[in-house]
């Protein structure tokens, strides 16, 4: 897939260079008319523009419909997270954008709110701090596992699931995939398999979480826990299980894999999770997938809550209620006029983002 301008976008693609270092990053600002483009910071060593731009634009539409005052946008900074010299990147970076004020960075995959305090230090300019200079740390609160959470309460009575007692299958154990587990767990449902990039473990039976959070944060791998059968990580896509959440990277459901999975609902806690040939297969065989700027838009709505200078428990209910309503809405749009969730909630996105850029001159920014 190649970057594909449209009626929306991308407006800017930035591409940064610091050769004392090296390092190279990438900015895609998609869309401005709602107002800065909020998005996360990808660090890893395969981040290119072309998944950076498509992420930037499941920024737009996630801010859109949360109805929230900011576009979309995304940064990729080519590096391996665990590299000794990161702040030093961190901070080179955020001074090369200092002047790119349409971009509100925050936190994505292979940082923390560490590095969005050096990036403060820099620029002024971020969302995502640490609680101790004013942020709301939305990964150690679980912003985004929460809203998944909240998402499935309303899309199980949809795909005909009772979500006490549900089992619950989830790719990844980071940030998103740590506070899902969590917040499943507290609404009664069983957590039945979890992975990470080593491997994953699998008991029909039920996993306990504390025991797989202690686990993780000891020993970095969910497969040193001795609960549960230990499985390949592809394999836990074919498991006997009602909810799927894949929380982890892109494309990771495709034509190859979607014919075996078993889940009735799929709940996108990663950014594109799902390849659109995978998506059509799974919606013609009945399975239905809350989209990824529907579903995992809690961290986005808890960073625009601290932009905003909202405290937590503002934070909160306000991901409750917009996560909730929306999820409600494309999945009642998607059952009256004959469409998959993903294109329901996009019409609704690009709606208010057009008629936004209605009330913008040539040059919004
Ligand atoms: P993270 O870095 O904290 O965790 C990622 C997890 O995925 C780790 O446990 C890692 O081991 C695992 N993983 C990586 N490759 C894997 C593979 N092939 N198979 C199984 N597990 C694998 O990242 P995160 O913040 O939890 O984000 C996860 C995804 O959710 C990303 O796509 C991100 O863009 C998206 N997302 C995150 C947030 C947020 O609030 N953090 C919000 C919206 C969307």
Not at 52 to 77: C, E, N, Q, W
Not at 298 to 326: D, P, Q, T
Request: hydrophobic residues 45%; glycine residues 10%; contains cysteine.
């Amino acid at each position: 897939m190649k970057i594909q301008l449209d009626d929306i976008g991308p407006s800017k693609i930035v591409h940064l260079y610091a050769p004392q270092i090296p390092m190279r990053a990438v900015v895609v600002v998609d869309n401005t008319a709602r107002g800065p483009a909020l998005g996360g910071i990808r660090v890893s060593p395969e981040v290119d523009v072309e998944e950076v731009y498509r992420l930037a634009r499941t920024m737009t539409f996630k801010s859109a419909v949360a109805d929230l005052p900011h576009g979309g946008g995304k940064a990729g900074i080519v590096a391996d997270p665990r590299r000794p010299d990161i702040e030093r990147i961190f901070r080179t970076f955020a001074r090369l954008i200092g002047n790119l004020h349409e971009y509100i960075p925050a936190p994505d995959m292979g940082c923390n709110e560490n590095a969005m305090a050096w990036v403060q230090d820099e620029i002024g300019r971020v969302a995502g701090l640490p609680g101790e200079i004013g942020g709301l740390p939305l990964d150690k609160l679980g912003a985004t596992g929460f809203g998944l959470a909240e998402s499935a309460e309303v899309a199980c009575a949809y795909a005909g699931i009772d979500l006490r007692g549900a089992r619950v299958a989830i790719q990844g154990f980071g940030s998103v995939g740590k506070a899902a587990a969590r917040f499943f767990e507290q609404k009664g449902a069983r957590l039945i398999a979890v992975s990470d990039s080593r491997g994953g473990v699998h008991d029909a039976g039920g996993l306990a979480v504390d025991k797989l959070l202690a686990v993780k944060e000891q020993q970095g791998t969910v497969c040193a826990s001795r609960a549960g059968k230990v499985i390949r990580g592809e394999e836990l896509f074919q498991l006997d299980c009602d909810i799927l959440i894949p929380a982890a990277t892109a494309d990771v459901i495709h034509k190859e894999n979607a014919a075996g999975i078993k889940a009735r609902l799929i709940l996108e806690g990663a950014n594109i999770p799902t390849t659109s040939g995978a998506e059509q297969l799974l919606a013609e065989r009945g399975v239905l997938i809350v989209p990824d700027f529907i579903a995992n838009a809690g961290g986005l709505i808890m960073a625009a809550m601290e932009y905003a200078r909202k405290n937590e428990a503002e934070a909160f209910a306000a991901i409750s209620e917009k996560i909730r309503a929306n999820t409600r809405r494309i999945l009642d749009k998607a059952q009256s006029e004959g469409l998959m969730p993903r294109a329901a909630a996009e019409r609704i996105a690009r709606e208010r983002v057009t008629s936004a850029m209605r009330h913008r001159a040539y040059s919004y920014s």
